[in-house]
């Protein structure tokens, strides 16, 4: 993928994507990312989620304003991964979104679904069967972002699909995904 892309919706929305590995994202945004994933989320092993975030296989893409590049808006972090099924010998390959967080000024205006875009273009690229992701059952406006806008459905392994609606209820997320 040749970087910087270009997001363009109006002049309010003048944005530059930028793609990081890991190993490349600037100590920074290192920091950025995991404040803005906690004020956005409880979370309750600070270092559980910062080795989450900085896990060798992490690859992030980050919008800034094209004008001003400290003005950071949001980012979403991914990896490939092989995920189960519910067939007990095949995994399946998965672009797997483990974070989309936008600052509060930046949502709303189609910036999340342009970055959710992007990675089903890299998943089809890299021939991933699908996109997932987890999303917790009372983050209402993330999931009807994700189901009603970008059409995610209930994975086969999501507790709402592949268990009893008694035992799912006893699960605080579901699990998404697409096809890429
Ligand atoms: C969820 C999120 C990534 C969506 O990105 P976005 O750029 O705001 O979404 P878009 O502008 O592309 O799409 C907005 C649509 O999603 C839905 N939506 C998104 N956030 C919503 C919210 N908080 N409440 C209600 N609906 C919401 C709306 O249905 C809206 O539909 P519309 O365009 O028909 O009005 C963004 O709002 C965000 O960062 N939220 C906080 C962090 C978070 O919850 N991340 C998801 C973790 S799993």
Not at 4 to 24: C, E, N
Not at 25 to 39: A, G, M, N
Not at 104 to 127: D, P, T, V
């Amino acid at each position: 993928m040749n970087t910087p892309l270009i997001y363009q919706k109006d002049a309010q929305l003048d944005l530059t994507i930028d793609y990081y590995h890991a190993s490349t994202l600037p100590p920074s945004l290192v920091d950025w990312t995991f404040q803005l994933t906690k004020k956005i989320f409880i979370i309750f092993t600070e270092s559980g989620k910062k080795a989450e975030l900085q896990a060798p296989e992490a690859r992030y893409l980050v919008a800034r304003s094209t004008q001003d590049t400290t003005d950071l808006k949001g980012f979403l972090m991914f990896q490939m991964v092989q995920e189960e099924t519910m067939d007990d010998d095949y995994m399946a390959e998965v672009a797997y979104c483990y974070e989309l967080q936008l600052v509060e000024a930046a949502r709303n205006q189609g910036l999340g679904e342009y970055l959710m875009g992007l990675l089903f273009q890299i998943g089809h690229h890299w021939k991933m069967e699908k996109v997932m992701l987890t999303v917790f059952k009372d983050n209402k406006g993330a999931m009807r972002f994700y189901t009603k806008k970008i059409g995610f459905k209930l994975d086969e392994i999501s507790p709402g699909a592949c268990l009893s609606p008694r035992k799912a209820r006893k699960f605080d997320y579901e699990i998404l995904s697409k096809p890429c």
